[in-house]
């Protein structure tokens, strides 16, 4: 008989906790995501988030109507820091990477808010485990980072483990800032 799966209580869904977003930022539920080609992987169902931190962890993404092909029927969640956030104040000015083809699939002519996860295959999508709501474990987590870093397959130590560029918020707020300064 195998043990029982420690279900890890720190991270919570934002819009069913009493917790606001941060004055400023956008409330991205019911965003469109894409991926780097243009095409829907789904929307954002709501964020996880540690309530002792105040740090998002990760998007709750709902993959119904998606363009990829994949299971519609499910819940999966992806770190903050590998999507991207583009509101309509981003296609006002044009900007560098308007031009530069990782960011092909933002048109600013649409003038749509969307989140983009541009290196996240199908394939990865496909294989994340499934979000329960208030079944999240470490082991669950575990499973996520090795589907969306497959070459890193060393232990992670528990302190760490949300210090990880996939977990940093800021990537995921400020993509702009993050993509040019990461070329330089």
């Known amino acids: 008989m195998a043990p029982e799966e420690k279900i890890d209580h720190r991270l919570e ?3 069913r906790s009493g917790y606001k977003i941060v004055d400023g930022q956008p409330d991205i539920t019911g965003w469109n ?8 992987i789904g929307k954002v169902d709501d964020l996880l988030f540690d309530p002792h931190s105040h740090k998002v962890r990760y998007l709750v993404v709902d993959l119904d109507n998606n363009e990829l092909g994949l299971n519609e029927d499910r819940r999966v969640l992806v770190p903050i820091g590998i999507a991207e956030l583009y ?3 981003d296609s006002k000015e044009p900007r560098e990477r308007d031009l530069d083809p990782a960011y092909s699939a933002y048109d600013p002519a649409e003038g749509g808010n969307v989140v983009y996860i ?3 295959s199908a394939q990865q999508l496909d294989e ?3 979000y329960e709501k ?4 470490r082991h669950v987590e575990m499973a996520i980072r090795r589907i969306l870093e497959p070459q890193r397959h060393s232990a992670y130590d528990e302190d760490e483990f949300y210090r990880h560029e996939h977990f940093d918020d800021d990537r ?7 993509h040019h300064s990461k070329n330089r």
Do not use: M, N, Q, W
């Not at 995501?33 to 829907?40: D, F, L, N, T, V």
């Not at 208030?134 to 474990?137: F, N, P």
């Not at 995921?172 to 993050?178: D, Q």
């Open 128 to 130: 994340l485990p499934l």
């Open 87 to 89: 509101t309509k104040a």
């Open 13 to 15: 869904e934002l819009h």
């Open 118 to 120: 541009p290196s996240v």
């Open 33 to 40: 995501i894409k991926a780097r080609s243009g095409k829907k």
């Open 172 to 178: 995921f707020y400020e993509p702009h800032r993050h």
């Open 134 to 137: 208030g079944r999240l474990s």
